[in-house]
Nanobody, 126 residues
């Protein structure tokens, strides 16, 4: 049974930083792309960042490029999202996700991701 468990969310002032973690179990972690998505109140869920297992190569949404960094520790079966220079518009529930296939690489498309965590709330105050 695949489980993805996010942690690290919270309340932070604009300009601050947070690091989210996502611990994975039940899948071959070192052979699967991992992604972060977010959903703000009243908005659709959107892509934030993804990191391949092969490389690894990472990709970012334009809105977070230069401020957020995705990384992974295969030994700990954990993917991280370091968020710096946070803005109020970054307020959202953040989800980590994994595809069911090792052939999904660098995809920003939610439809390519099969497994999802329960989400962690990030609130950035102005």
């Amino acid at each position: 049974q695949v489980q993805l468990v996010e942690s690290g969310g919270g309340l932070v002032q604009a300009g601050g930083s947070l690091r989210l973690s996502c611990a994975a179990s039940g899948l071959t972690f070192n052979r699967v792309t991992m992604g972060w998505f977010r959903q703000a109140p009243g908005k659709e869920r959107e892509f934030v960042a993804t990191i391949n297992w092969s490389g690894p190569s990472s990709y970012y949404a334009d809105s977070v490029k230069g401020r957020f960094t995705i990384s992974r520790d295969n030994a700990k079966r954990t993917v991280y999202l370091q968020m710096n220079s946070l803005k109020p518009e970054d307020t959202a529930v953040y989800y980590c996700a994994a595809p069911s296939s090792a052939y999904v690489l660098g995809s920003p498309n939610q439809s390519d991701y099969y497994y999802w965590g329960q989400g962690t709330q990030v609130t950035v105050s102005s």
